[in-house]
Each structure stands twice: as structure tokens, then as C-alpha cells.
């Protein structure tokens, strides 16, 4: 029987994910990673050490545990050479338990180019978008006109796929951001500009995926074939995904979301297992809320509270370094993201960042135009338009980081949880107190016995 969960982030990113698979990979044979890029950042921390991951998934620092990058995830080779480069520098050797789909998109100078190109010409509209070609590389993947890792196990078809994708990348960024007005862009960013607008070199980009490719041909494996045969010989499998289920192309709070399927759905078609493979799904959720780069939060914080729970929780983007805007929990939104990702069980965490606070503050519904409303708005325009509707809990003076025992946690800090979880209609799973891997209370005997 197959045992296959999906860890995925249940807000708008941020969560927490990295510590969880990190910690669930002890039980499991494989984790995959089923989506997005180097636009990613999972943060471990064991025995006080951290280490930032990007694209390889977070179970690559258990020696039994092999890692896969799945067909649905946008591939930087500069990003994967970076990266297996400070793991070997730190002791571990990733290469000999990382297999990579040849059905993953690349990521090339084009999409970086491309993707910086258009938060600059938007500007004030900007999206907050990490610049890294993501979107753009999911563009051409949709497009069909997509370099593909297959592509770079033979020259031949490498230079045949990438001089065309060259030639007519040029053309389209001359006509399209050329005559691009900057009378109200700083300096800095004509500066940027006038760099990001030189045409590319198709031979300097040939030469450097040919260098990049030397690196990924041992690691081009059939992911779905390998994932199947361990779920069909009664191994356990974690599914990774990265960013949030509020950021799904789909599902969130569109435009102001990522380029791709965030939701539990995309771990099937992420990775080429089927949905009835998959035996449960694990929702990360923080004790409160956050938000990186522009969109609506209706419950965001410009007070002191925000600024304690930034300044605690340390948000910043382990990508990009930005600060994270901070706010209450919002349950309306979280009871949405349970339902469109069909999740077994939430793990709550960063619950130690509000030890300290007098009162707490839940978000239990939505007015637009001082009438209350049901259902979730299916846009950003809409979303902005929110007001929360909060219910107040008194908070707790107690310690709660590093706990690991439910029964050890003040009694507020219970009743907190049993409000969310009453509201939600969903079990938490698991408790998270810290950052170190040992800082986790579980509570839902399902979990690990879907492991």
C-alpha cells in the first residue's frame, strides 16, 4: 500500500515548509519537490546550524533519503550549481541522491531578463516579483516554446532548441520595452534598465548551459517512473511543494500570485503521480499571518504588534532578504486554502512568536462596505475591498519555545489553537515552537502512520 503526503504552505508563502519535510523526511524513502523555482526558500535549522535550500528539497540532509526535482518545477542550472556547491561546502553530498525530471523547464537569461524587464515598465503596478525568470519560464513552458532538461543531454538538440529562442527573444524585448518611457523611474533603476535591455549572445549563453549541463546530465532521471516504483513497493514518499496556496495561479488572490499551481492538484501533475496515490495532505500554516512583495492582506498590522511579530519571528525572505509584511491569522482565508487542497491535517507554526502578547486577534469573517459577506473573493480587487471581522483571545506571558509537549503549553496558548481549529473544520496535525527540526509537537497519529 502506498504512502504518499503532500506538505504543502497554506497561506501566502513563508510558512515554515522547509522544517516540516525536513523533519517527516526521517520516516519517508523520497521527498519531490512538484513545483516553482529558485523563488523558493526553505529554511532548516538543525542543532542550531541553518541551512537556506532553493530548489533541491529540504529531505536532502538525511544520507538515506532520495530527492527528486519534479517535471513541474522551473530549473536554473546556475541556481542548482550554487546550490550544490554550499551543500558540498558544508559536508553533505547531495549528487549521489538527487535525480532531476528531463521534463523540467529551464530557466534561461531570456526568462531573468524578460521578467525584470516588466517590473521595471510596470512600476508603480509592479507584481513584487523575485526577478528570478520564473513566470516567464512558465510562460514558455505553456507556449511550447520551452528549453527543456532533456535538451541539454545532447548538443545538438541543445543548439537547435536554443538559437531560435535567442533570435526571437531579442526581437520581441527591442519592440516591446525599447521605447520605454523612464521620466519617472530613479536613477537606479534607468541604470538597470539601460544594462537589462542589451541584447543576449547566443553563443555566451550556449557555452554557459553547455558548462551547466556537464553538472545536470548524471542527475536526469524518470522522476514518475522512480516515484511509482517506490510507491508500488510500499515506500514512503513526501511530495514538497514551495510558496503558498493563496499564491496558486489559480486559487489566489490573482494577478498578485506565483506562475504556478501551489495547490495539492499540482503535486499530481507535478510530479506524474495520480491524485488517488496520495494519502494525505499536510497544510503548514504560521500562528499568524504574512506576506511578501504586493497584493491585498486585509489583516496586515502598521503597529507595534506588526513590528514585534516581524521583529520575533524574523521575517525576511530567506530568497530575497525582503521584509515580510506581518498581521493577524486570517481563518477565513485558511479555511479556504484546507478546502481547495482537500488537507488531512494543519501544522501550525511559529506558535512561540506571540508568547508575550496581551490579547491575541483571529480573523472569523469578511465585510465589504460594512455588510458582512460569505465566500472567498476571487481576485485581488475584490480582496482589497475586505474589512476583517475579528474575534479577540487573551494571549500568554508563558514560554512556549521549545515545547514539545501539548500538555506543557500555557492554557491560553491551548484555547488559541482550539479556536482554530473549531473554525477551520480541520484537524492540527502537528505543532511547530522553533525553528530546530526537535521543536515539533505531533498530534495526529494519521500522519505518521501515512509514512
Known sequence: MSKTTVVIGAQWGDEGKGKIVDMLSEQVAAVARFQGGHNAGHTLVIDGEKTVLHLIPSGILHDDVQCY?????????????????????????????????????????????????????????????????????????????????GDLLNQQSLEKVLEPIISQHNT??????????????SDDMQAKYAELIKPLNYSTVLTELLEQAEIIKPLVVDVTEQLHQLRKSGQAILLEGAQGALL??????????TSSNTTSGGAATGTGLGPRHIDYVLGIAKAYATRVGAGAFPTELFDDTGAQLAKVGNEFGATTGRPRRCGWLDLVALKRSIDINSMDGVCITKLDVLDGLTELKLCTGYKRNGEVISGFPSNNSEFAEIEPVYETLPG????????????????NAKSYLQHIESFIDCKIAMLSTGPDRKETIVLDSRLMNSL
Open 69 to 149: 526535482i519534479g517535471n513541474g518545477v522551473v530549473l536554473s542550472p546556475q541556481a542548482l550549481k550554487t546550490e550544490l556547491e554550499k551543500l558540498e561546502a558544508s559536508g553533505v553530498n547531495p549528487t549521489q541522491r538527487l535525480g532531476i525530471s528531463p521534463a523540467a523547464t529551464v530557466i534561461l537569461p531570456t526568462h531573468i531578463q524578460l521578467d525584470q524587464l516588466r517590473e521595471i515598465a510596470r512600476g508603480a503596478n509592479a507584481i513584487g516579483t523575485t526577478g528570478r525568470g520564473i513566470g516567464p519560464a512558465y510562460e514558455s513552458k505553456v507556449t511550447r516554446s520551452a528549453l527543456r532538461v
Open 172 to 185: 520581441m524585448i527591442s519592440a516591446l520595452f525599447a521605447d520605454l518611457d523612464l521620466s519617472e523611474v
Open 248 to 257: 496558486d495561479i489559480d486559487h489566489g488572490t490573482y494577478p498578485f500570485v
Open 396 to 411: 500568554w506571558s508563558e514560554i512556549t519555545a521549545g515545547v514539545t509537549d501539548f500538555d506543557s503549553l500555557p492554557e
